[in-house]
Each structure stands twice: as C-alpha cells, then as structure tokens.
C-alpha cells in the first residue's frame, strides 16, 4: 500500500509571505498618518486666524473707548457758560449798571416832584439825594446776589444729580470762584451804601438865631 507524503512549505516561501504581509500591513496605516499629518498642518492655520479675529476685536474696543471730539467740546458749556454770568454780574454789580442810574433819575425826579411845593432843607436832601443813593444801592445789590448765587449753583451742581463721565473743566471753577467772589464783595458795597455806612446823608445847618 503505497501512501503520498503530505507537502510541505519551504522555509523561504513562508518568510516570504510574512514579509508580504507586513508591507501591506505598513500600506493600509499610511493613510491614517498622512490624514493627522493633514490635520497637524490645518491646525496651525486655525490658531493663526484666531489672533486676527482677537486683535479686531481689540481695535474695535479702543476705538470704543477713544473720546468723541464733539463730545468732549460739548462738555462743560453750559456750566462755562453761567460761570461767565455770574462774573459779568459780579462786575456790573460794582461798576454800576445803566438800570441803576435810570431808576436813580426817577427818584430824584420824584422827590424834586415832592419837594417844589416847599419843604425843609432836610426832607429836600432825603427826597432828592438820599432816595436816589439808596436805589443805586437796591439795585447793585440785587446784581451781587444774582452773581453769587449762579456761581454758587455753578460750584455745587456737580456734587447733585447724576455723575458725570468727565470732572468740571478747572476754568470752569476758577471763573465761578471769581463770580462768587465779586458777588460778595458787591453786596458788601451795596449793603453799605443802603444804610449809609461809608458815608452819611449831608444835613443841613441850623439857622442862626437873629
């Protein structure tokens, strides 16, 4: 009874083989390391985008953040403005202004009105001078407290109402300071001249005895 022995692999071909099998092996990974060395690649590019869109965005912030020219001329006007005011005030209240003088004709018209009928030399000089003295006085004192006041009001608006972004301009302050300043020495003057304390009405003589 003849029996065929069973074949076998050489040595060589099934080295062979397990060399083929890990080149195809090494092939079918290659794919996958080029497609993270893809995405290695992209995402640099990603992170350099975002800097760009973070700077933008900053640039815009700043030019937020820069002050309005017209904004900033704008501030402060209206308070400048009644600063201004009140130092004019301050100064017509010293120098005397033209209703003053009108206001001062009219009683020295009136007590001339009073007066022509006959009259003593006293109630003369009270209708015709003293009257007339004392409204220059009223009315120059009425100036120094319209200027002391609005400077005033000037000086402590800003502690009242909402918070402003900005503080008050300093000549602002200055030019209210100066306002409040003449204010008072106006009413001082004033106060003075109205009860006669710088200088006394003039009175006449008595008549000599004949």
Do not use: C
């Amino acid at each position: 009874m003849n029996t065929t022995p069973a074949k076998t692999t050489p040595p060589d071909e099934t080295a062979a083989a397990q060399d083929a099998a890990a080149k195809d092996t090494e092939t079918k990974d290659a794919p996958g390391t080029s497609s993270g060395a893809g995405d290695s690649a992209t995402a640099p590019d990603d992170l350099s985008t975002q800097p760009e869109g973070d700077a933008a965005d900053d640039g815009s912030a700043d030019e937020d953040l820069e002050p309005d020219p017209f904004e900033t001329a704008r501030h402060g006007v209206g308070a400048g403005a009644a600063a201004v005011v009140s130092a004019a005030l301050g100064v017509v209240a010293l120098t005397g202004a033209w209703s003053g003088r009108v206001a001062a004709e009219r009683e020295t018209l009136i007590g001339q009105i009073e007066t022509s009928g006959g009259g003593s030399a006293a109630q003369q000089i009270s209708e015709i001078y003293g009257d007339a003295w004392h409204t220059t006085a009223l009315v120059n004192g009425v100036f120094a407290v319209l200027a002391l006041l609005v400077g005033v009001v000037v000086l402590v608006r800003p502690a009242f109402g909402a918070p402003a972004d900005r503080p008050q301009p300093a000549w602002v302050r200055a030019v209210a300071l100066a306002g409040v300043a003449l204010g008072v020495l106006g009413v001082l003057i004033s106060a003075g001249m109205y009860f006669d304390l710088f200088a006394s009405l003039p009175s006449a003589g008595t008549p000599a005895a004949g």
